[in-house]
């Protein structure tokens, strides 16, 4: 079946340090990829997506690249500031589903000043 | 735009007693979708729903759950009777039909603690 595997948290890092959370995948067909955020006490919000092998999707700073080679979808951003703090969620939709996605456990993420 | 609304926010009540949480969908969206987070279990899917019709409900963990969309508009999720074990927040996630690049759009979440 579909699965999602994110690395584990928690991560702390420094202002401006760079970031990776790991996400790697297992679906059938060719599935859409999604990267949430939640920020303490909100419901997730979505940060980028990518729908195609090879796509790269970017937003606030953060980019993350469909690899269909290595089944991987990795969230980095250069330089991450103190508002970063907050739980990342990947996940995907498989073309063939009626709408459910498959979330990973969530890396929570540190930033310190 | 109104995103997707829940309500209440939060909620504190005995065991024992039904609960019921709200949720109204992005208008247009045509699916939805209640989750439940906790710091053991995570996020998990309890039930979504295509055109109102529920598709896949294996995520209520037990009969004491129910979820109902009477209209595109509005859907409830049903705890009756409720226990502590349920303690969680509970999102609802809306989004449209058709074709598998559409985002999921959530509410801020009802958190439910149970006495």
């Known amino acids: 079946g579909n699965s999602v595997t994110q690395m584990e948290g928690p991560v702390t890092l420094s202002e401006e340090a760079f970031l990776t959370i790991n996400c790697t995948y297992t679906a059938t067909g060719y599935p859409s990829l999604f990267w949430y955020v939640q920020y303490p006490g909100e419901g997730l919000q979505l940060l980028l997506k990518a729908t195609k092998a090879d796509d790269k999707g970017s937003n606030k700073g953060f980019e993350a690249t469909y690899r269909k080679e290595t089944t991987s979808f990795h969230l980095e951003k250069g330089s991450v500031q103190v508002s970063d703090s907050a739980v990342y969620f990947c996940?995907?939709?498989?073309?063939?589903?009626?709408?459910?996605?498959?979330f990973g456990k969530g890396t929570k993420l540190s930033v310190k000043p | 735009d109104a995103g997707v609304i829940q309500s209440p926010r939060h909620e504190v009540t005995e065991m024992g007693q039904e609960v019921t949480l709200r949720c109204k969908p992005i208008?247009?969206?045509?699916?939805l979708f209640w989750y439940r987070q906790t710091m053991m279990r995570g996020l998990e899917l309890l039930i979504y729903?295509?055109?109102?019709?529920?598709?896949?409900d294996s995520g209520m963990p037990e009969d004491r759950f129910s979820a109902k969309m009477p209209n595109a508009s509005f859907s409830t999720l049903k705890i009756q009777p409720s226990e502590p074990r349920d303690s969680a927040v509970y999102f609802c996630?809306?989004?449209?039909?058709?074709?598998?690049?559409?985002?999921?759009?959530f509410g801020d979440g009802t958190r439910l603690s149970i006495l």
């Open positions: 996940a995907l939709r498989d073309g063939g589903s009626q709408g459910n996605l498959i």
């Open positions: 208008s247009g969206h045509n699916s």
């Open positions: 729903f295509n055109n109102n019709v529920p598709i896949d």
């Open positions: 996630a809306s989004s449209p039909t058709g074709g598998s690049n559409q985002p999921q759009h």
